[in-house]
């Protein structure tokens, strides 16, 4: 699961998903099936994308000087900033959605930086097998955040059950495949570690 969160990109992210179609608003509407399979399919990538549509749409429409693609490459700097700025807008618009944003952002930043430090250890062979299993069982703890805030936007665009993007798109299953390509490497890794597959 391990990936360069420090490189800057020499240009905006491409769309994961061919969401052109879907209703601007303040924040970034997906269906929370369609989060879900993205977040584990796409083997935890998903979140990168997800924080920069989030700021990027923030951007679009409050014309807020930020730059979304940083804030999305090191997330866990913006992450409160940007719950309490959903939290803010709900309360705002006199929505109603029972959550702790910052509570939940401590959580996310916490688990990311747990679930790096044993990307390092794992891709060093430091504690092996036990950080390689870690790494992938910290998973859901990396999720978990993301879905309350993702319910949260979604109640705050007036579209609770993510109606208006909750279809997979063609760019989404390429995400999907590449995500699954680092599954299996992952999962045929841990079995010739574990002696069940031998070379």
Do not use: C
Not at 6 to 24: I, T
Not at 115 to 126: G, V
Request: proline share 6%; no cysteine; glycine share 6%.
């Amino acid at each position: 699961m391990e990936s360069n969160p420090y490189a800057a990109p020499a240009a905006e992210l491409k769309d994961a998903g061919s969401d052109s179609d879907v209703k601007s608003g303040d924040f970034y509407v997906v269906g929370v099936t369609k989060f879900t399979i993205l977040f584990f399919a796409t083997f935890a990538l998903y979140p990168l994308y997800w924080f920069y549509r989030n700021w990027r749409a923030h951007k679009e429409a409050t014309n807020a000087n930020i730059w979304p693609v940083p804030r999305a490459i090191f997330s866990i700097f913006f992450t409160h900033s940007l719950f309490s700025i959903i939290d803010a807008s709900l309360k705002s618009t006199g929505k109603s959605y029972n959550w702790k944003p910052s509570l939940v952002a401590t959580l996310y930043v916490v688990f990311s930086i747990v679930s790096h430090m044993l990307d390092r250890l794992s891709m060093k062979e430091i504690g092996s097998p036990l950080t390689d299993v870690l790494s992938l069982a910290i998973l859901p703890a990396l999720y978990y955040p993301l879905l309350i805030a993702q319910k949260a936007v979604n109640q705050l665009e007036g579209d609770p059950e993510g109606e208006a993007n909750q279809s997979l798109t063609v760019p989404n299953f390429l995400w999907m495949l590449l995500g699954i390509i680092f599954w299996a490497l992952a999962i045929f890794g841990l079995l010739i570690m574990f002696g069940v597959i031998v070379l």
